[in-house]
């Protein structure tokens, strides 16, 4: 069955202090690692899809990055407004994503 | 690109009415959409996977008979709850998949919020 658990459940920053959030996986097949965010009472919002270990992908503060078994999103610098849900899915058979519980940043001015 | 919309963004029923919620991919055509229950500070959970002009396959556990999903077209998902009842009360929201990209991307909806009384 595959799992994921994202660590941590909540994160509170405070403006322009960098951080990472997890996320640890099992999936058989993964066809791509994806990162959303939510904010509350929406749907969430693609981010990133990564493939392959090694690879690193960027989108103004934010980093994703991928090994065999986790995935890190690396926040620098960050703002109020990136005060969020992250949510990360590995992707398996037949196009399913499997999502996190997510980690709840919020961004203190 | 790669908008997804969903009607109505909430809807209150009352208790053994069905309610019915529409998916659409608005510059894309989606081969494959799929259906989430949402509950408060929880992770979403599929329902369902639909492709176009064949039966849902539907996640253990989920109740086809009561989660009716119709994906009459490559832009249009429809999900009914029949006979409703307040612990349907949930956040319900679809993702559509390009079907001419080989990615794996699903892009989301924003959402529909039930709530039965």
């Known amino acids: 069955e595959d799992q994921v658990t994202q660590s941590p459940e909540a994160l509170r920053l405070q403006e322009g202090e960098s951080s990472s959030l997890n996320c640890s996986y099992t999936?058989?097949?993964?066809?791509?690692l994806f990162w959303y965010r939510q904010d509350p009472g929406k749907g969430p919002e693609f981010l990133f899809t990564?493939?392959?270990a090694g690879e690193e992908k960027e989108k103004e503060r934010l980093k994703a990055t991928l090994t065999k078994k986790e995935s890190f999103l690396h926040i620098t610098a960050p703002k109020p407004e990136d005060s969020a849900t992250y949510l990360c899915?590995?992707?398996?058979?037949?196009?399913?994503?499997?999502f996190g519980k997510g980690t709840l940043l919020t961004v203190n001015p | 690109g790669a908008v997804v919309s969903q009607h109505p963004s909430w809807v209150i029923c009352k208790s053994g009415t069905s309610v019915k919620i529409e998916c659409r991919s608005l510059?894309?055509?989606?081969?494959?959409m799929f259906w989430y229950r949402q509950f408060p500070k929880q992770s979403l959970m599929l329902m369902a996977t639909?492709?176009?002009?064949?039966?849902?396959?539907?996640e253990q556990g989920v109740e086809k008979d009561k989660f009716l999903i119709n994906h009459a077209s490559l832009t249009l998902s429809t999900l009914t709850v029949t006979s409703a009842h307040p612990e349907d009360s949930s956040f319900y929201i679809c993702?559509?998949?390009?079907?001419?990209?080989?990615?794996?991307?699903?892009?989301f909806g924003p959402g529909t919020r039930l709530t039965v009384t």
């Open positions: 990564l493939y392959s």
């Open positions: 899915a590995p992707g398996g058979s037949n196009y399913k994503l499997t």
């Open positions: 999936v058989s097949g993964l066809r791509g």
């Open positions: 639909s492709n176009e002009g064949s039966k849902a396959t539907y």
């Open positions: 510059d894309f055509q989606a081969t494959t």
């Open positions: 993702s559509a998949r390009d079907g001419q990209n080989p990615a794996y991307e699903q892009y």
